[in-house]
């Protein structure tokens, strides 16, 4: 992966997170697979407004971040698991946090909200 040159002013180690799991995807990808191993048509059922093509380049990149681990088994049809590296559980801290800020966020709003069918990471 390119290492990217930061000005390291204030909040230069925020910039240097987000840029590594911000965006629409990449955050909510990585909580999907806090609990384990997940095959990428697992993974598109669960973010349903995704495109196919979206979530190949946002596993790509977490891929080159070295957040995710990425197998392939020889096999026909192709089977790809994807799962969280070292480096990827050290996150698990932040996603939980943000899961927590953002079911309070929705509670206080009034928006109604509800765990998906199969459950959400452990």
């Known amino acids: 992966m390119k290492q990217k040159a930061y000005?390291?002013?204030?909040?230069?180690p925020v910039e240097a997170t987000l840029d590594l799991i911000g965006?629409?995807?990449?955050?909510?990808?990585?909580?999907?697979?806090?609990?384990?191993?997940?095959?990428f048509s697992e993974l598109r059922r669960?973010?349903?407004?995704?495109?196919?093509?979206?979530?190949?380049?946002?596993?790509?990149?977490l891929e080159e971040a070295g957040l995710i681990v990425r197998k392939v088994y020889a096999q026909?049809?192709?089977?790809?698991?994807?799962?969280?590296?070292k480096k990827g559980e050290t996150l698990t801290p932040v996603i939980r946090a943000l899961e927590r800020w953002?079911?309070?966020?929705?509670?206080?709003?009034g928006a109604k909200f509800k765990k998906a069918a199969y459950g959400a990471p452990d």
């Open 76 to 85: 026909v049809p192709p089977k790809v698991e994807y799962s969280l590296s």
């Open 102 to 109: 953002g079911e309070d966020h929705l509670a206080k709003s």
């Open 7 to 12: 000005d390291c002013a204030l909040g230069c």
């Open 23 to 39: 965006g629409k995807w990449k955050g909510v990808l990585l909580y999907h697979l806090l609990p384990g191993t997940l095959r």
């Open 46 to 61: 669960r973010l349903s407004g995704i495109t196919q093509r979206m979530l190949t380049r946002q596993l790509r990149e």
